[in-house]
């Protein structure tokens, strides 16, 4: 393909033509992003340069509003280029990603360090109290203003040139932290090679290892490193051996010598935020991160994760002495390692409530719970979701949804990306191809919603966990957030808000995943079509508690590691940032035997971007809120009621950040939110 193909005939560069405009998947090449991200950053800076250069008197409507409805192709482009490299890689695309990592990070250094435009807008923001404006413009020049403050639009000098330099090392760097680790996933892989070696799997787990064994061409079983296929299997597995290595080769993504050791990448990575912060006048990067939040401070949150982690250790310590029990009776003598508890604790759920993921998952087939979660927004929020056969996708696997009003009217599209793969980044998240607005003309989002969700085999349905579907209602609900936005400006919309928010419609949601009403009405055996038993969903509900210890004290204990290494102030990084993880862990008496949720050599949410450094937190900060909101539905009697979910629906999903984020819980509460709600949750208001 030469350079004339790629922009002439480039389609990322022409109108989309496509249904809703959706990108035309089938026509975009990886060598078509370099030119088009060129022509769309030079279209860019001259739709910048014209807003700093008029010769009119800023106002918000030649300057800030011009600046949210700037960059459109840009953002067109930069948003398919994202996604696919997350969804649906590629050693081509993986080469253009890091070749297009440092010019992408100048072209946000272009944006937010341009002189002229800036002092436009410092300049209004200035005397933003004389301006007359409506509250949503308000806020918007606000979030503005703070947006170029924070990326450095105040420095001058070498400090403005040092802090843009790190900005484009920084975007390199976290590029190639994200592809070290999706060599490790994808090229692992646990050979179960005789019937020996399936000792004690159910038949879902040893269909889904089989099915992964096909995906890569190979016979027999293997055991990958998605979580929805290595969680059952250190649940299940009567190998202990085979348990220890599957556990070794998943804690240690990233922690390899060679290529893909994050080791070296983490230091720099934190040395280069160090240094930002101290530029942009802060002590550390975790005061710099937190400025910005709900919580505004190290102490805010502290006191919420050192509360939790005083509760959840002696509520894991109950936990241990029931494993330790039941291994007693049963003649093992060896003490609990991370790769025995959740096999242990399997067990004991077994025993004490009777509840075994063999006689669950065939009530949660994935096709049912996508049912039950479209159904639960229909009935909350007055949607639809049609599926369209016939809309472009970038792969089989994804399903393509019209998102219909109450009028019929189209206000979105939703794409369902459900199965782990190579090509596809571990974990599970909400991305966007589109952002609602009505600046410049009425936009409808395109959300998609990426699980890996171990896939079934060809004709067998796909069996999920009760936390897999705990998963999609989670994820679903982020998606629900950006559909569901109805504000004024692009920079405000959906998910655009403060990160110790943004948890919330997610975290919420999945609730009705757990309703009784929901689980009768959609969670059927997949064989016979009966519904779930009551007598099971009591014990579901019975043993929702059970191993809450454990989850969150491996929660809070990441949450502690993220924070402590980002408040290291300049020139204190470590050299070895896993020994200081250690150091962490053991200075706080992490129990033996339990393991945290993410190590840093693989924590993406620190360091594959920087959405979430010194602010992994942000999890329980919501459930605070997610926790207190869903008992405005239990005090009204009714997990649907119509009032608290049009309140719901006016002021957390559409809303956007187009208010305050504490203000508008406000509103939708009538008070601030309780910690009690989470902790009785959990199960953790129990004396110690």
């Known amino acids: 393909m030469n350079a004339a193909d790629t922009t002439v005939h480039n389609p990322l560069l022409q109108p989309w033509h496509t249904p809703h405009a959706l990108p035309p998947f089938g026509d975009i090449a990886p060598a078509h992003f370099a030119p088009a991200f060129d022509a769309a950053m030079r279209e860019h800076r001259v739709e910048l340069d014209a807003i700093a250069a008029q010769a009119d008197a800023p106002t918000f409507d030649n300057t800030v509003a011009r600046l949210d409805a700037s960059g459109r192709l840009f953002g067109r482009v930069e948003r398919v280029f994202h996604n696919l490299c997350a969804s649906e890689t590629s050693p081509a695309l993986q080469a253009v990603q890091r070749e297009l990592a440092q010019p992408l990070a100048a072209h946000e250094n272009a944006i937010y360090l341009n002189g002229r435009l800036f002092a436009r807008i410092d300049s209004l923001h200035g005397r933003r109290a004389t301006l007359g404006l409506d509250a949503q413009s308000l806020r918007l020049l606000e979030q503005i203003h703070?947006?170029?403050?924070?990326?450095?639009?105040?420095?001058?000098?070498?400090?403005?040139?040092?802090?843009?330099?790190?900005?484009?090392r920084l975007a390199s760097l976290m590029t190639r932290f994200g592809q070290n680790v999706l060599a490790d996933e994808s090229g692992y892989r646990l050979t179960l090679s005789h019937e020996g070696d399936m000792a004690g799997l159910p038949d879902f787990v040893r269909d889904a290892a089989r099915q992964a064994a096909a995906e890569r061409g190979l016979p027999g079983a293997v055991i990958t490193l998605s979580r929805s296929l290595i969680v059952p299997f250190l649940s299940f597995s009567e190998r202990r051996d085979l348990r220890e290595a599957a556990w070794r080769a998943w804690t240690t993504r990233g922690e390899h010598d060679g290529e893909t050791d994050n080791r070296p990448v983490i230091?720099?990575?934190?040395?280069?935020?160090?240094?930002?912060?101290?530029?942009?006048?802060?002590?550390?990067?975790?005061?710099?991160?937190?400025?910005?939040?709900?919580?505004?401070?190290?102490?805010a949150v502290m006191q919420l994760l050192d509360d939790v982690w005083s509760r959840a250790v002696p509520a894991v310590e109950r936990e241990r002495t029931e494993l330790l029990a039941l291994m007693r009776e049963q003649g093992v003598t060896h003490a609990i390692e991370p790769w025995d508890w959740r096999f242990w604790a399997e067990k004991v759920r077994q025993r004490r409530y009777a509840i075994d993921d063999a006689e669950v998952k065939p009530y949660f087939p994935l096709d049912r719970m996508v049912t039950a979660a479209f159904d639960c927004a229909e009935r909350l929020f007055g949607i639809r979701l049609v599926e369209r056969a016939d809309l472009?996708?970038?792969?089989?696997?994804?399903?393509?949804?019209?998102?219909?009003?109450?009028?019929?009217?189209?206000?979105?599209?939703?794409?369902?990306?459900?199965?782990?793969?190579?090509?596809?980044?571990?974990?599970?998240?909400?991305?966007?191809?589109?952002?609602?607005t009505r600046n410049g003309g009425a936009v409808t989002p395109i959300v998609v919603n990426n699980n890996n969700f171990a896939k079934a085999a060809p004709g067998q349905p796909t069996l999920l966990s009760f936390d897999d579907v705990r998963t999609l209602f989670h994820e679903f609900g982020h998606g629900l957030h950006g559909l569901l936005s109805d504000v004024g400006y692009e920079r405000l919309s959906g998910t655009n808000v403060l990160r110790d928010f943004v948890e919330l419609p997610s975290q919420l949601f999945e609730h009705w995943m757990s309703e009784p009403e929901v689980l009768r009405r959609h969670a059927r055996h997949v064989a016979t079509g009966e519904p779930i038993p009551d007598d099971l969903i009591a014990r579901l509900k019975r043993a929702r508690r059970f191993g809450q210890g454990y989850e969150t004290v491996r929660y809070v204990a990441s949450a502690l590691t993220d924070m402590a290494v980002h408040a290291l102030p300049r020139g204190q990084v470590p050299a070895d940032p896993v020994a200081f993880e250690a150091q962490v862990l053991k200075a706080r008496g992490l129990p033996p035997g339990i393991?945290?949720?993410h190590r840093f050599t693989h924590f993406q949410h620190l360091f594959y971007g920087s959405g979430y450094a010194a602010g992994y937190y942000v999890?329980?900060?919501?459930?605070?809120?997610?926790?207190?909101?869903?008992?405005?539905?239990?005090?009204?009697?009714?997990?649907?009621?119509?009032?608290?979910?049009?309140?719901?629906?006016?002021?957390?999903?559409?809303?956007g950040d187009s208010v305050d984020p504490a203000a508008t819980y406000a509103a939708f509460r009538g008070r601030a939110a309780r910690v009690e709600a989470m902790l009785e949750k959990r199960g953790l208001l129990e004396p110690a």
């Open 146 to 168: 703070t947006d170029f403050v924070r990326a450095g639009a105040r420095l001058v000098g070498a400090d403005r040139e040092r802090y843009a330099a790190n900005n484009e």
């Open 267 to 299: 230091r720099e990575i934190l040395e280069l935020r160090a240094e930002q912060a101290a530029l942009l006048g802060y002590a550390h990067y975790a005061d710099y991160a937190l400025a910005n939040t709900m919580a505004r401070t190290q102490g």
């Open 392 to 436: 472009p996708v970038y792969h089989p696997d994804v399903k393509a949804y019209e998102v219909r009003g109450r009028d019929e009217r189209v206000v979105g599209i939703f794409l369902h990306d459900n199965f782990a793969r190579s090509s596809k980044r571990s974990g599970a998240w909400m991305s966007l191809y589109r952002q609602q």
């Open 595 to 597: 393991g945290i949720n």
């Open 619 to 655: 999890y329980m900060w919501a459930e605070v809120l997610d926790a207190d909101a869903f008992n405005a539905f239990v005090e009204a009697g009714d997990p649907f009621d119509a009032q608290v979910a049009a309140r719901l629906l006016e002021h957390v999903y559409s809303a």
